[in-house]
């Protein structure tokens, strides 16, 4: 893996809110690397502190919640140092997000036309016209049909599909190089789900840019992702290329969650395995390994040791004690 | 938006009949009579009964009705009872002066209301913010009559910077200074209370807007602070505040009554309670018959502006 390729490099990243007089970690040192023309995909249940980590990526994060440290390199340079002006010439020129849902995401009083084009116009110099002209271009170009006459058009006239489209559209409207994704096709019919993904990864090799896709739906992953970083409790306890993730979990976590993925595929009526129990509140998370209350294999070390995120291999890293025992024997 | 606003004109007909009835029905349905008030208590029977006569007062209610809203409709708002003079004639004038007050005192409310909502918004709990809110709360539920005394008492009588009532000085040459000196006094005092209501929902509204994901997004596409404020948070707050403001409108048209009759200026507000007070029914139903049909064009209006900043309430 050469290092040159990295776009970006997430470091001992800690993002926290502030309940009670208490700083809460929702995102706990998390670190993930997201390289050149590459799709990284970050997965968890709701409540891991993916959208959190998203955020956080792009200081959109609003008090009383904070990054409160690491360090998020983009081609070198680290987010968290830059003022706010120099960090909005990064946010949509550099970096673009795309939200989990279409219809919140787009303001209601604007017309369509004008929100993508609002995008060039914040980073280009560009007249007015000249980016309603190119918004129209980008519209047709995301498979907006009669793109010319959708531009006047307000949001509540799109369909969820495509309001996802148009935002896709103003995402890449300045050719970033990296696109966020959280959890894009959430919010959509199962139908369009399929279309809209293959969009992004089209729309992501054409301009060779780079994917972070946050999602809890391992089949997406499974499609779309090289990389994959799983997250619990605010943390990465698991991160991996996608083959060796799902041919070789080595975390408990991650195992119990393809279990579940792959019950779901299974035709046999075989019972559903749920993991027992439920993740813990940021506020109380329990001592040592998180993941312990509802992990099969836990011996009594998990319940004192918080197990850093080690390479077990060249293309995996694993937070487990049991895991990296068990590999280091091997 | 021409269909959009016939709809709306259309909804006022039935508005403005119930309005119509219920000023006429108030009236007659109040104690007192009118004989007594023009003819004096010792009048004779007879005399009454030709007086009453003469008004069309001894028709039954309906045809009394029916035949006010006809002259209306012709444009002829009837003769004052008290003063024998046209309606129409007393109330114009009053008009004008009742719509430069109103101008002036929505003009500062509006300065005031949407520039302290505003910053209290942008700072949510801090200390402006607790400052202006507190502040607001205080003059928005002061008594507009006590509030102009206060004023009278200490910016006419003791420092005597402003005059203390009327439109101009009786000795001096008037003019367009010496109205606006006059005018300073009952502007602050109508102005605070509509100010007050104007600050707290402009503050909340903001909020809201602030709030809503798409300015998430709005800043995920590195949109500068002004153009994200104008265009994301404020046109969308717009509507609620459109909405207040244009009632706040409707509310001063009808005369800031208390302002007017503490500082005498002669708008419609002091011509009303006058005309109360003379049991001058003509000038009476004439008067709320102009305030509620301004405050019903004032809503329209407003509905039409926020039919344009959002495209969803056209079509609904």
Request: some cysteine; proline content about 6%; charged content about 20%.
């Amino acid at each position: 893996m050469d290092g040159s390729d990295i776009v970006l490099e997430v470091k001992d990243l800690v993002t926290t809110v502030k309940m009670g007089g208490h700083e809460v970690r929702l995102v706990d040192r998390v670190s993930f690397t997201l390289r050149r023309g590459r799709t990284t995909a970050i997965v968890g249940e709701s409540g891991s502190g993916k959208t959190m980590t998203a955020l956080s990526l792009l200081r959109l994060l609003e008090p009383p919640v904070r990054v409160a440290g690491g360090t998020v390199r983009y081609l070198g340079r680290d987010l968290l140092a830059l003022t706010e002006r120099q960090m909005a010439e990064v946010r949509g020129a550099r970096i673009a997000m795309v939200f989990q849902d279409p219809l919140a995401s787009l303001n209601p009083v604007l017309r369509i036309g004008f929100q993508i084009a609002e995008t060039l116009r914040a980073h280009r110099k560009m007249t007015r016209a000249e980016a309603e002209r190119r918004a129209v271009e980008l519209l047709r170009h995301v498979g907006v049909p009669d793109a010319d006459a959708r531009a006047m058009d307000y949001p509540h006239h799109f369909s969820g599909g495509m309001r996802q489209r148009v935002l896709i559209a103003s995402a890449i409207s300045c050719g970033p190089e990296v696109i966020i994704a959280d959890e894009p096709t959430t919010a959509l019919d199962v139908t369009v789900q399929a279309k809209i993904l293959h969009l992004l990864d089209d729309l992501r090799q054409e301009a060779e840019a780079s994917l972070l896709l946050i999602t809890h739906d391992l089949g997406v992953v499974a499609a779309m992702a090289d990389d994959v970083a799983v997250m619990y409790a605010g943390r990465v306890i698991e991160q991996a290329d996608v083959d060796t993730l799902f041919h070789a979990p080595r975390h408990p976590y991650t195992r119990a969650l393809l279990a579940c993925a792959i019950n779901l595929e299974d035709d046999r009526n075989t019972a559903l395995e749920p993991i027992a129990g439920a993740p813990p509140d940021p506020r109380r998370r329990p001592s040592g390994c998180p993941f312990h209350p509802r992990c099969p294999d836990a011996i009594p070390d998990c319940r004192r040791i918080d197990p850093p995120l080690e390479a077990v291999s060249a293309q995996q890293s694993v937070a487990c004690i049991v895991a990296q025992r068990a590999m280091a024997d091997a | 938006m021409r269909g959009f606003l016939l709809r709306r004109l259309a909804a006022l007909v039935p508005v403005l009949i119930g309005v119509s009835v219920v000023i006429f029905l108030l009236m007659h349905l109040a104690p007192g009579d009118v004989t007594t008030t023009l003819l004096g208590p010792q009048a004779t029977e007879a005399d009454r009964v030709a007086l009453r006569r003469t008004l069309g007062l001894d028709q039954p209610v309906p045809a009394q009705y029916a035949r006010w809203v006809a002259r209306i409709a012709e444009g002829d708002l009837g003769t004052s009872v008290a003063t024998s003079r046209p309606v129409a004639a007393l109330i114009v004038p009053r008009f004008l002066n009742t719509a430069l007050l109103a101008a002036a005192s929505l003009a500062l409310a509006m300065a005031i209301g949407y520039g302290a909502g505003l910053l209290a918004a942008l700072r949510p709990r801090s200390v402006l913010d607790r400052v202006l809110t507190g502040v607001t709360l205080l003059f928005g539920s002061t008594p507009p009559f006590w509030l102009g005394l206060v004023l009278v008492l200490f910016f006419a009588l003791r420092l005597r910077w402003l005059p203390v009532s009327g439109m101009t000085d009786m000795a001096g040459e008037g003019g367009v200074l010496d109205v606006a000196r006059h005018l300073v006094l009952p502007t602050v005092t109508t102005a605070l209370g509509p100010a007050a209501i104007i600050t707290r929902l402009v503050r909340s509204s903001v909020l809201e807007a602030i709030g809503r994901p798409h300015v998430r997004v709005a800043r995920a596409k590195g949109l500068g602070r002004g153009a994200l404020l104008r265009r994301h948070v404020i046109l969308n707050a717009l509507p609620p505040i459109m909405t207040i403001t244009g009632l706040q409108l409707g509310y001063l048209l009808g005369g800031a009554l208390f302002s007017e009759v503490v500082f005498a200026w002669p708008g419609l507000g002091s011509l009303l309670y006058d005309s109360i007070t003379a049991r001058d029914t003509p000038v009476v139903q004439a008067t709320t018959l102009l305030i509620a049909l301004l405050f019903v064009l004032v809503n329209v209006l407003v509905d039409l502006v926020n039919a344009a900043l959002d495209p969803r309430l056209k079509e609904s």
